[in-house]
């Protein structure tokens, strides 16, 4: 059986990649090569839309029948009615690190496209006490003050306000969280050391593969998805009504344009022709060609090491052993 020198941290995996990377692939394979070296491989979730309960074809959610036996945790931990917190899932992470620290053969293999939730693994956040301070930064700041929101974070903390997009809202309140909550105190050491791998293509190829994965989730059903989600949580009457709660796959690229076509037409999302399907598929694949984008610059964030499937396997189990 595989040991680890109890003088250092044990071995872990991070396979991180833009939308339709190929990550869970992946991931299957180094789980099954870890498996024949006698480690017990765990799959833990950093993807912020594969937490939720109900939004599985949309988010390519791996399905349990898939799994080839090998664990998977940090799937299907909220409902999708109120947003689980990044102060939430860092918790759930480290409570996970901690149960699997304990037996001396488990590898983590943290799988994921969320910068921002990797790299609260990686570094051991703790941000217990900071929902408090989030709430109080979206009421100065809402959503559509986002450079309200980005001018605050660059005179309290310019180095970091640089290497974010002034546009992406979620990503300037964690920083001002962080910054705001103070940094040094909020993290702790990890059990594992992480080694990042990011699943990295060209752009053509991932809008390409972009477009391919969205026009799988039609054929598979993400229509009647996310009917489900309306009858359950009143999707569309919630997009009617501005200023409302909004429902986290309203606010989700893949959902939320079929959801405000369905508002703005008065349609029942079953009702569609093949005009408004074309309508909201093309919104749609824009909207997750742009955020591929912006996950692609988490490459360097995390210091990962660019590969391709072909070449990552056999790097990833080669420093397994």
């Given at each position: 059986m595989h040991r680890y020198n109890n003088l250092t941290r044990r071995r872990a995996v991070v396979i991180y990649g833009p939308t339709s990377s190929g990550k869970t692939a992946l991931s299957l394979d180094v789980c099954e090569a870890a498996s024949g070296r006698g480690l017990r491989p765990v799959v833990l979730n950093a993807d912020s839309r594969q937490v939720y309960a109900g939004m599985d074809i949309g988010t390519s959610k791996i399905k349990p029948s898939q799994m080839q036996g090998f664990e998977h945790r940090l799937l299907d931990v909220a409902e999708p009615s109120s947003?689980?917190?990044?102060?939430?899932?860092?918790?759930?992470?480290?409570?996970?690190?901690a149960a699997l620290a304990k037996s001396e053969n488990a590898v983590p293999v943290l799988v994921g496209?969320?910068?921002?939730?990797?790299?609260?693994?990686?570094?051991?956040?703790?941000?217990?006490?900071?929902?408090?301070l989030r709430q109080s930064l979206e009421i100065d700041f809402p959503r559509g003050d986002v450079t309200g929101s980005y001018q605050a974070l660059a005179r309290l903390a310019p180095e970091v306000a640089r290497r974010v997009h002034p546009h992406n809202?979620?990503?300037?309140?964690?920083?001002?969280?962080?910054?705001?909550?103070?940094?040094?105190?909020n993290e702790a050491a990890t059990p594992f050391a992480f080694a990042v791998y990011g699943i990295d293509r060209a752009e053509a190829e991932t809008d390409r593969r972009i477009e391919t994965t969205l026009?799988?989730?039609?054929?598979?059903?993400?229509?009647?998805?996310?009917?489900?989600?309306?009858?359950?949580y009143q999707l569309v009457e919630q997009a009617r009504r501005p200023g409302r709660p909004r429902n986290v796959a309203s606010q989700t690229h893949g959902y939320r344009e079929f959801i405000c076509l369905a508002a703005s037409t008065g349609k029942a999302i079953?009702?569609?022709?093949?005009?408004?399907?074309?309508?909201?598929?093309?919104?749609a694949l824009g909207h997750i060609r742009a955020y591929s984008r912006r996950q692609r610059s988490w490459?360097?964030?995390?210091?990962?090491?660019?590969?391709?499937?072909?070449?990552?396997?056999?790097?990833?189990?080669?420093?397994?052993?």
């Open positions: 947003k689980l917190s990044l102060e939430a899932y860092a918790q759930m992470a480290r409570h996970e690190l496209g969320t910068g921002v939730y990797v790299q609260a693994v990686l570094d051991g956040w703790n941000l217990t006490g900071t929902g408090t809202y979620e990503a300037i309140l964690n920083a001002l969280v962080r910054r705001m909550a103070s940094e040094a105190t026009n799988d989730q039609i054929r598979d059903g993400l229509l009647e998805e996310i009917a489900e989600l309306d009858r359950r079953a009702e569609f022709d093949g005009a408004d399907l074309a309508a909201a598929r093309a919104e490459f360097r964030k995390l210091g990962a090491s660019r590969v391709d499937h072909r070449s990552a396997l056999k790097t990833i189990v080669s420093r397994l052993q």
